[in-house]
């Protein structure tokens, strides 16, 4: 006879050891993450003003703000999506939409998987290699920008290609039963409907792009910059080279180290601004496109 | 004359044999039922009619299908101007994510109809062909998610009407939908036979049983009995049939 009473006990006892163990460990990351964020913020904080963030560096970058960094770092944003996402989502469109299932598709699709796994200090290296020697871009937020760009490429279409899967096939069906053809359907039903997770995805690789180091080493990133660049062919300062630089090599390493963390907290801000923005634009079409 | 006819057809996905000879004629202004379980081809077959299955890699077909006395499959035939004929209707609502009049305008505006004027009449006429004139009127700009299952539904035939078809192909229309939606559904397509050539795949005999002129029951790619509705519902001649229609198996 089986003893239905322990053998009850002891499926509760596993049950709760197995729960307090994945719970244990799901809490363990949230406490690794908010630990991080604490020490950047309570360490940060008492640099961030409004100074901080509108002035121009002083005193070899131990006092003043860290406003040419900020902007930079949004011109290399910007220009590397302006770069990335349409060259990706057509890419994605073509992956998804145009090639049939076999060699073509696995190849291009082993390449991307391949160029997302490189690491990004080689982007830097062949961004300098290309861009700022072979096509004589020079030190400039172009060649940064691409090889940025080239760096979220494999986000994008990834991203995009996800999403334009998760359209239902009936969408597309529908729209060919009503003697639309191929291109039309992917422009007036496919996209619409796979807008909000595209874009989704683009956020989330500025949230990427914003914070790379390496691939702006060699392309773009100015240590010291009196006036903000003016023009695409101008050097930039960067949030996270900035950052590099006046904890490793500033004029006044121990001076500056409010104004490091204080830089940490901004970048780190962007970061989370664009992952919650993200997640309030799914939320936000989600309910506009919801699909039953 | 028949409007739609199968001769000698078989289809086959890779190596699957699909459909097996499949010889059937379907009249105009009449509704076809395909019957049958769960894998037997009546919705490939269904999709055939407006070579839905071309989208799917891999596949190949031989033999015949006319419609209106014409191969569909011939050579140098216009798949897009072939599927404005054949309005499809599916098993799930599948409204597109615009407004209401703009899914009943869609057809019109891909087929290259600019008109505003033609193109906001054939909006009215269709969606009142389906009876939802009255409860969308007011809310034309409104997102059609906003409307019910059924409503949803009504509004994907209209949808499908608005391109004046002369065939209406519908796959298990009704399955996602409540009863009285069903029954809404049900009488429009005894409203829109008079107009219109409908086949409808169902897995609801009593549905076929309803709204059907002529049923086909398929079984495992073959076509085991085709006749009048009511002729294979109270005196089947194949035992598998019978079978099927008692609920024996299936």
């Known amino acids: 006879m089986i003893d239905e009473d322990k053998l009850m006990k002891s499926k509760k006892r596993n049950q709760a050891i197995a729960f307090g163990l994945f719970g244990f460990i799901g809490y363990s990351i949230v406490a690794i993450l908010v630990t991080i964020l604490a020490f950047i913020v309570v360490k940060g904080f008492s640099a961030i003003s409004w100074n901080f963030i509108s002035q121009m560096p002083e005193e070899g970058m131990t006092k003043g703000g860290i406003y040419p960094a900020i902007i930079g770092t ?29 060699f073509v598709k696995k190849f291009i699709r082993l390449m991307t998987n391949n160029l997302s796994g490189i690491p990004s200090i080689v982007f830097g290296l062949f961004g300098m290699a290309l861009f700022v020697n072979k096509l004589g871009f020079g030190d400039s937020i172009l060649a940064g920008s691409l090889t940025l760009g080239l760096l979220a490429l494999p986000v994008v279409i990834r991203n995009t290609e996800e999403a334009l899967k998760a359209v239902d096939d009936t969408f597309r069906l529908a729209s060919y039963g009503l003697g639309a053809s191929k291109i039309q359907t992917i422009k007036n039903v496919v996209l619409p409907i796979a807008f909000p997770n595209i874009i989704t995805g683009m956020i989330l690789s500025i949230g990427r792009v914003s914070g790379e180091t390496a691939p702006i080493l060699f392309t773009v990133a100015a240590y010291f910059l009196p006036k903000l660049p003016t023009s695409i062919f101008d050097q930039a300062m960067a949030l996270p080279y900035h950052l590099y630089v006046i904890s490793t090599s500033g004029t006044n390493i121990e001076e500056s180290r409010p104004i490091a963390y204080g830089t940490a907290l901004v970048l780190i801000a962007i970061v989370l601004i664009c992952n919650l923005l993200a997640n309030a634009l799914r939320k936000y079409f989600g ?6 | 004359m028949h409007k739609i006819e199968s001769k000698n057809l078989d289809f086959f996905y890779g190596t699957q044999h699909a459909l097996k000879n499949i010889n059937l004629a379907i009249e105009e202004n009449t509704v076809t039922a395909l019957i049958g379980p769960s894998g037997c081809g009546k919705s490939t077959f269904l999709r055939l009619f407006n070579r839905m299955n071309d989208l799917i890699a891999n596949t190949k077909l031989t033999g015949e299908i006319l419609i209106d006395n014409k191969d569909i499959y011939a050579k140098g035939v216009n798949v897009d101007a072939l599927r404005k004929q054949t309005g499809m209707v599916f098993q799930k609502p599948n409204p597109f994510p615009k407004s209401i009049f703009e899914n009943v305008a869609y057809g019109l505006k891909v087929n290259g109809i600019s008109d505003s004027k033609i193109i906001e009449e054939r909006v009215e006429t269709s969606i009142k062909q389906v009876a939802l004139w009255d409860e969308v009127k007011d809310k034309l700009k409104k997102s059609a998610f906003e409307l019910s299952g059924g409503q949803q539904q009504r509004l994907c035939i209209a949808r499908a009407l608005a391109i004046q078809p002369s065939i209406i192909l519908m796959d298990e229309p009704t399955s996602a939908l409540d009863p009285i939606s069903t029954s809404k559904i049900e009488e429009l397509i005894f409203e829109l036979k008079s107009k219109y050539t409908i086949v409808i795949v169902t897995h609801n005999m009593q549905q076929a049983a309803r709204v059907s002129d002529s049923t086909a029951f398929f079984y495992l790619g073959e076509l085991v009995e085709y006749s009048a509705t009511k002729e294979l519902f109270t005196n089947p001649k194949v035992e598998r049939t019978q079978n099927y229609i008692t609920g024996r198996f299936g």
Not at chain 1, 74 to 102: H, R, T
């Open chain 1, 74 to 102: 949004l011109y290399l944003v910007l220009g590397s999506m302006l770069f990335a996402f349409p060259i990706g989502v057509l890419a994605a469109i073509y992956m998804n939409e145009y090639v049939k299932d076999g």
């Open chain 1, 287 to 292: 309910n506009k496109v919801k699909m039953n």
